[in-house]
């Protein structure tokens, strides 16, 4: 299972995930450059956080337009994983592999802390090794996370089971206040309907050693390593 | 001299003396033109020139065995062994902050960012001090959140974590707001690139964002001057692009791991003129630029406008002429300028072309090392000796009730308002989240870590500038060791009011001869900071406020040690000694009292002590938690540890010392930390204490879910854990969701 990185200009998360890849995974990742056309064979792609092109007009709006995005769009259609996190999540959603869209946080402010997450449906090639129900702690980091889709949407990627983790307490319940940045339904992550192409808002990269406060984004990465069947 | 090229109100408007004019003229060799004049003032500026300040810096001890660079360079330098090395520095951005706080604080972020990568470092973290006016004051909030909206928006954009530092608060920072910004970077040792241009016939490149005419010094004289369209006056203030500082990041931080450059530096204060004069000065050479060639945001712009703005986000390269090629490709590929317009020369001058015509022709060694250093006349701050009126001071009726208030003051209170909005995880080296005196990070492929503070108390140097030196020096390494680290390396950030006035003076002098004082009996090097004079404003100055930011190493990054309290049952112990000191208090402030007497004395010897006996116990892996009484005292300090403690852990305390109760509780002396030990293991920790003759006794036990005091066996302070936590957690936001006063 190789994993590729793309760097995108603003891209400030790519190194993170590399170093989960490969040194706490240790499994092959390479960089994807995002002016190039090849994905250098890898199994899975990660669109990292940060703020691509500086986030200006809107968070993810241009680096739709990267030229990689043809690549990765394709390997999305041909089934292949792509995971986008934080600011790789906002780039799905511009680029329509994932429905819905970011609004500013529910108390429009920047929010840099852990949250705990429940995994919706652990049947995902994201979620597999975890359990329904299973809460993770995981830090977040964004000002844009409050994803909204208009009430059809929303009801057709719920019956689909395509919510794959959802902002709680620390106990597993949903809340008003466990929901930070306001996302309806308390969505943390989600998945397109042929389930290859996730994108959440917490930063499982940042929580796979116990000398960072957390070991429960390994559940999330270690899904991945095995190819869908 | 009425026969002067310039007339007096020329002169005044670029804050150049009759006296400094002369000297211009006869280091020139004829008087200088206005765009010379321009870039005399602005690297004579005392921002530029410390040529107030650099006789007493000169005091400062720079020197110790890791010292790989002291001041003098963008940032100072410090060995932590296995190859690597800290780079790192302090800098204000008080004046433009308060101006526009939103880009005053962002730029402030992004200048410093630009002093760390500058010279091959990766920038790994920034924590700021920051203070502001009261809150219940509507424009102290407004400066207050677009200051650290300012920061969020800077540093989390370009990936750098904010991972600490300190708020306070103060009506003398009403009128002038202190943001003092702290970057460090890490490098291998074998990769540091210095502001240097090597040999005649290198090439002169300018990379990144291109020239406007932000932030250009005089810019108002520059129009009334030339009797030009006189353009509408622009903001002082320079407006932050941080996406582009991440590409400038990464394309120079390429070219300098490729080794394909000779030398970088960035174009801070004073702009292209600081960076094309320093260079050259510090190789002893000279450059010849083409001002055309310089990438420009704005039509028409003047050889004075361009050489002296502060257009952000750009730096300065030499790299031999066969490096060019690959120097342009490597910025390309990030989509940003690299445009060689220059060269290196012999003759030691700074020759600017502008349409074809020599329109600057000066040397650079004239412009940055020979501005005169002045010996200003300065008073020695009166001190007080004693408080008059301490013993006449009636004893709070309710302990309780002032320790609600104190946990609920905005100096004390919890800031994870302010820390949330700082992305503090990115780069996933963060080991300690902010909230604890220090930040700590650990090192990628090593067993080692380094932590990280900024301190400083205003109230102290006001009272008592030499000793408010020292007491930020001895803080900030109280909070190092309360980690588990040890001070290897420090950097200041010096904020006083008008320095021509000689109180003021007289308050910088003490406070540096404080700091410096501290700092070596500490045995830890000053390697640079920045001094931020004229806090002024319609008159009234700030508190002087030295910070200090000071990095400290930790051998096993296993072994830091965090405040929260970890088990019921603990022995809580006291090392240092209670005494009746309360002036400069928070506790004072609360209570409405004024602070008249000496500030909390520091006995370096002791703190030293102190600090020796409990890295030997942590060393030796005998404690639990770790807190210093600061602000609030060991009232504060124990209801920390408490806050800090995942399950709410409360304690239960009884000092016996024969002093005023207030005084135990909130008093703020000096060299005091509470920590806490498994009960079989203190007997050993006052041991390690009494072999260096450090005052240590068993205070209590932790357990239980609240927070009771006893003096003499009376118990004065009995509060719920949560209670506590709630009025310490609530206190900042609620001033920000629910004003007190508009």
Partial sequence: MKFGVVVFPGSNCDADAYHAFRDVLGKPTTYLWHKDHDLKGVDCVILPGGFSYGDYLRSGAIARFSPLMREVCEFADKGGLVLGICNGFQVLLELNLLPGAMLRNKRLKFLCQYVTIRIENDKTAFSRKGTKGQVLRIPIAHFDGNWYAPPETVKEIEDNGQVVFRYCDTEGRLSEESNVNGSLNAIAGLSNKRGNVCGM?????????????????LVILRSLLEKIS | MNTRLHDDKVLALHNITADEYDLITKLVGREPNLTELGIFSAMWSEHCSYKSSKVHLKTLPTKAANVVQGPGENAGIIDIGEGRVIVFKIESHNHPSYIEPFQGAATG???????IFTMGARPVALMDSLRFGPL??????????????????????IGVPTVGGEVYFNECYSLNPLVNVFCLGLAEKDK???????????????????????????????SQEFGEDTEAKRPNV?????????????????VMERKIIVGIQDMGA????????EMPAKSGTGVEIDLDLVPQREKGMTPYEILLSESQERMLIAARPDQVPAVKAAFAKWDLDAVEIGKVTSDGRLKCRFHGSLVVDIPVSAVVDLCPAYHRPWEEPAVPTKSPSASRRPLPKDYNDVLRKLLSSPTIANKE?????????????????????????RIRGSRKGLAMTVDGNGRYAKLDPRTGGKAAVAEACRNLTCVGAKPIGVTNCLNFGNPEKPGVMGQFKAAVEGLGQACEAFGIAVTGGNVSFYNETEGIAIDPTPVLGIVGLIEDIDKVVTPGFKAEGDAVILLGRNAEEFEGSEYLEIIGLPSAGPPPDVDLDREIAVQETLLEAIAEGLVRS?????????????????????????????????????????????????????PENAERVLEIAEKRDVPAKVVGTTGGHSLRIRHLDRLLVDLPVAMARKLWMEALPDYFANPKSS
Avoid at chain 1, 201 to 217: C, F, K, N, Q, T
Avoid at chain 2, 270 to 277: D, E, K, N, P, Y
């Fill in chain 2, 109 to 115: 972020v992004g200048g410093i960012l630009r002093d």
């Fill in chain 2, 270 to 277: 004073a702009g292209l003129t600081c960076s094309t004069t």
């Fill in chain 2, 136 to 157: 219940d004051n509507p424009k102290n909030r407004s400066i207050m959140e677009g200051v650290v909206s300012g920061i969020s928006s800077y540093g989390n954009s």
């Fill in chain 2, 192 to 222: 540091i690139f210095y502001a240097k241009t090597d040999d005649v016939g290198n090439a002169i490149l300018y990379v990144g964002a291109k020239t406007g005419r932000d932030g250009i010094h005089g810019a108002s004289m520059a």
């Fill in chain 2, 626 to 678: 770790a807190n210093d009484p600061s602000e609030g005292g060991v009232a504060v300090c124990a209801a920390e540890c408490a806050f800090h403690s995942p399950e709410r852990i409360g304690c239960d305390l009884n000092f016996d010392d024969d002093l005023r109760p207030d005084a135990i509780l909130f008093g703020e002396s000096q060299a005091r930390i509470l920590l806490t030990v498994r």
């Fill in chain 2, 417 to 441: 308002w302010v820390y949330r909005q700082y992305d503090h995880m990115v780069l996933t080296n963060t080991a300690l989240l902010p909230g604890a005196g220090a930040a700590v990070l």
């Fill in chain 2, 238 to 254: 320079q407006v932050g692009d941080p996406f582009k500082e991440k590409l400038l990041v990464e394309a120079c931080l390429e």
């Fill in chain 1, 201 to 217: 808002m917490p930063h499982p990269e940042r929580a796979v050693e116990s000398i960072l406060g957390s070991e429960d984004g």
